[in-house]
């Protein structure tokens, strides 16, 4: 029997490399790819108002487009003295889709008053899977923390200098790839979102 194909809704290596990681765990044996197998099909537009509705619409995009089972994600930084923005809207805060340092700036500018006690925040992650035949899973992962005033750390992506997760002294890009993922909101998403592949492939 061949091995079966799952199909990824980035262009992003990093993320493909580290869910097929975490599947591997898992003790699945699948062939994941990411979407630039599939260079035809155009980038999926992010119209959802929640991370779920986002995930879900890349994953059934791709399912559709490949007729492979396919999986995706959406995640951001959620504060909660803003009501739990940036939100969906993360990466393109400060007006340009993902200018990190733009999006840092910005809303360290908009928090510079606020004192530790309410800077609570966390990022939150919703993976989905989705199958030709319009079966869906999705489950989410959250990891909260603390914004620090300013940023410590060289690794990660995005929020991650600012944020130092609960009963951690160091900021997410202070952590190594290996503490990092086995703490965050994609790996958490991720390794839930796992047992239910498992459940709706038919793997041998």
């Avoid at 509705?53 to 909660?80: I, M, R, Y």
């Avoid at 805060?93 to 733009?102: L, N, T």
């Avoid at 510079?112 to 989905?128: G, K, L, N, V, W």
């Amino acid at each position: 029997m061949s091995t079966q194909r799952l199909i990824l809704a980035t262009r992003n290596a990093h993320k493909v490399t580290e869910l097929q990681a975490i599947l591997a765990d898992a003790g699945l044996d699948l062939e994941l790819v990411g979407a630039d197998a599939y260079p035809e099909i155009p980038d999926v537009k992010e119209t959802g108002v929640t991370f779920a509705e986002n995930a879900l619409l890349k994953a059934h995009t791709l399912a559709q487009a490949t007729g492979l089972p396919a999986v995706a994600d959406d995640s951001g930084l959620c504060v909660d003295v803003l009501g739990g923005a940036p939100g969906i809207f993360s990466a393109r805060w400060a007006g340009r889709h993902g200018d990190d340092a733009a999006n840092l700036d910005l809303l360290l500018a908009q928090l510079s008053d606020i004192e530790a006690p309410h800077r609570a925040a966390h990022f939150e992650c919703a993976a989905a899977l989705a199958l030709p035949d319009g079966t869906e899973k999705v489950v989410a992962g959250r990891l909260r923390g603390t914004l620090r005033h300013t940023p410590a750390g060289s690794g990660g992506f995005g929020y991650d200098p600012i944020l130092e997760p609960d009963g951690e002294k160091r900021t997410c890009a202070e952590l190594s790839a290996e503490e990092k993922n086995a703490i965050s909101h994609r790996g958490k998403a991720f390794r839930a979102l796992a047992p239910l592949v498992r459940e709706a492939l038919p793997l041998g």
